[in-house]
C-alpha cells in the first residue's frame, strides 16, 4: 500500500497537466477561432463599403454632369473656387481605441463643417462639456425631465440649421440659385466623405485581426 499511494498521486498529478494543457489548447483554438471570425466579418464590411463607395461616387458624379448641363459649364466651372490658403473645414481626427489601450488600431474621425468663423462642429455630438459643468436649478420630476428633452432638442436643431447654413455657404461660389442637383451632389460626396472613415476603420481593424490570426498560426508552428 505504500508503493501504491506515491503511483497514485504520481497518475493524478499527470492527469491534472494533461487537464490543464487541454484547457489551455482549447482556450487557444477557442481565441483563434474568434479572431478568424473577426477577420472574415471585416473584410465582408470591407468589400460592402467599397462598392457603396462606388455606387455613392457614380451618382454623385451624375448628379454633378446634369449640374453643369442645367447651369452651364460657365456657373460650374473650377474657375470660381477659391484658390487661396483657408482654414480647412474638414479635418481627420486619428487616436487610438479607448477600450483597447494596448491596441496598435489606429480610430479616424471625421470633423466637419469647420470653418474659419466657426469653432469645429462635430455633427452627432453636442457642441461643448462646458455647460455640463455649470450650475442647473434643480427641480422636480418631470419638469426637469421636460426641460432637458427641449435643451437636447434644440441643441440638435441648432446643429442641423449650423449643417445647413455651411452647406449653402459652400455652394454660395456657383451663385445664388443653383440646381437642386448640385446639392444633391454635394450630399454624395459628402456621403463618399464619410465612407470613406469608416472604410479606413474597417480597413484598421481587418489588419489587426489578420496580424492576430497570422502570430497565433506562428506560434502554433513554433
Known amino acids: 500500500m505504500e508503493q501504491e499511494t506515491p503511483i497514485l498521486e504520481n497518475v493524478e498529478q499527470e492527469l491534472a497537466i494533461v ?11 477557442v481565441e483563434q477561432s474568434a ?26 458624379w451624375l448628379d454633378l454632369a446634369s449640374a453643369r448641363h442645367s447651369m452651364g459649364v460657365s456657373r460650374v466651372n473650377t474657375v470660381l473656387l477659391d484658390h487661396k490658403f483657408h482654414p480647412a473645414s474638414t479635418s481627420l481626427l486619428v487616436t487610438q481605441d479607448e477600450e483597447k489601450v494596448d491596441s496598435m488600431e489606429p480610430h479616424f474621425t471625421l470633423c466637419k463643417w469647420a470653418s474659419s468663423g466657426n469653432e469645429k462642429l462635430l455633427l452627432g455630438e453636442t457642441q461643448s462639456d462646458q455647460d455640463k459643468l455649470q450650475p442647473q436649478p434643480r427641480r422636480r420630476g418631470g419638469s426637469q425631465l421636460y426641460e432637458e428633452k427641449t435643451s437636447h432638442e434644440n441643441k440638435a436643431s441648432h446643429q442641423v440649421d449650423q449643417v445647413q447654413r455651411e452647406r449653402c455657404k459652400s455652394l454660395s461660389v456657383f451663385g445664388t440659385l443653383v440646381s437642386p442637383k448640385l446639392r444633391a451632389a454635394q450630399l454624395s460626396f459628402e456621403t463618399a466623405l464619410e465612407t470613406l472613415v469608416e472604410i479606413a476603420n474597417m480597413r484598421s481593424t481587418m489588419l489587426c485581426a489578420f496580424d492576430k490570426v ?7 508552428k513554433g
Open 214 to 220: 497570422h502570430k497565433m498560426q506562428g506560434d502554433s
Open 19 to 29: 487537464e490543464q494543457q487541454q484547457r489551455q489548447q482549447l482556450a487557444e483554438e
Open 35 to 60: 479572431n478568424v471570425l473577426q477577420f472574415m466579418d471585416s473584410l465582408d464590411a470591407y468589400l460592402t463599403l467599397i462598392h457603396s463607395l462606388s455606387s455613392t461616387l457614380r451618382q454623385g
